[in-house]
């Protein structure tokens, strides 16, 4: 039906904005953001069905902070860069809701901090991209969570830095649209997340050899 209810407010985390919420398929995970202009490093699970609240623990290092971006892993969520009214982040923590807890992502070959960037999840990377930091990047970063490890986005026709833009995944690329930098941007681009594969080198065919006629041995006749 085309009509509202109301979400509990029973333990309900305190308000912000600037913050960030994924779907899991049975809960939304709100985190982080700007209260009074103070960031936080807290959130909450909601829980549709049951129309309850539960609190997340807050990660090992103290890590306030707006602006950021997350994405569902499937299993994880995962919260990276951002800003915290002083300082922007290039770290990020995978959180597990079925543990309640939190680990750190890889800092090696990580991108540069930002704010206001875009996430998307390809099913087994995250991807952010673009924001800024003093100037508008038009970088990004391939994180993977089995692995640990980050791989630079190419910039060889990328779309010119900015920040406030979207972006969205198709399946096999990812779409960013629009932004600023600083006036509003009616362009985009579209990414191939996909690395270039080598060259097979090719196998040589192996060539006929020419097999010898057998030749008959010679009867010996029986010794006396």
Known sequence: MDSWTATSTTNVPQGRYRHTAIWTGSEMIVWGGFMGGFPLENGGRYHAG???WTAT???????PRAHHTAVWTGSEMIIWGGWDDQD???????????????????????PDA?????????????????????????????YNPSTDSWMATSTTNAPSGRFFHTAVWTGTEMVVWGGANPTGLNTGGRYCAQSVS?????????????IPTPRARPTRAPRP
């Open 198 to 210: 080598p060259t097979p080198t090719p196998t040589a065919t192996p060539q006929p050899r020419s």
């Open 114 to 142: 930002r704010f206001q960037h875009t996430a998307v999840w390809t099913g087994d990377e995250m991807i952010v991209w673009g924001g800024w930091n003093i100037n508008y990047f038009n970088t990004g970063g391939k």
């Open 57 to 63: 623990s807050t990660p090992p290092v103290f890590s």
């Open 50 to 52: 049951t129309d309850t």
């Open 88 to 110: 922007f982040y290039n770290n990020g923590w995978k959180y597990n809701p079925g543990t309640d807890s939190w680990t750190a992502t890889s800092m090696t070959n990580v």
